[in-house]
Nanobody
Framework: QVQLVESGGGSVQAGGSLKLSCAASRFTYASSCMGWARQAPGKEREGVAFSYTGSGSTAYADSAKGRFTISQDNTENTLYLQMNSLKPEDPAVYYC???????????????????WGQGTQVTVSS
């Protein structure tokens, strides 16, 4: 069974940065789409960004574009999300998904993941 373990969440002030990690195991890392989504209390889960592990192609939701960067370390089977200029509307539990069907339309990211991690909490104080 695929295992995804997120880490790196925490509490920062608005304008600060965090780097999330997602360690993936027991699945074919190459040539897959992996992504990040988040869910705030009382809201639906929303896609943030995704990356194709083979080509390195990436896409971002409008809410993340210009502030977040998704990257991967293929040797370590790890997906990252560098989050800069964090805003008060960014707090949520952040999840990684893999392998996933990844779609970008209308400035929104949609992830349909076969597997999801347990999530890591991000808090932003103003």
């Amino acid at each position: 069974q695929v295992q995804l373990v997120e880490s790196g969440g925490g509490s920062v002030q608005a304008g600060g940065s965090l780097k999330l990690s997602c360690a993936a195991s027991r699945f074919t890392y190459a040539s897959s789409c992996m992504g990040w989504a988040r869910q705030a209390p009382g809201k639906e889960r929303e896609g943030v960004a995704f990356s194709y592990t083979g080509s390195g192609s990436t896409a971002y939701a409008d809410s993340a574009k210009g502030r977040f960067t998704i990257s991967q370390d293929n040797t370590e089977n790890t997906l990252y999300l560098q989050m800069n200029s964090l805003k008060p509307e960014d707090p949520a539990v952040y999840y990684c998904a893999a392998p996933a069907i990844c779609l970008l339309y209308g400035g929104r990211v949609r992830l349909e993941g076969d597997y999801w991690g347990q999530g890591t909490q991000v808090t932003v104080s103003s």
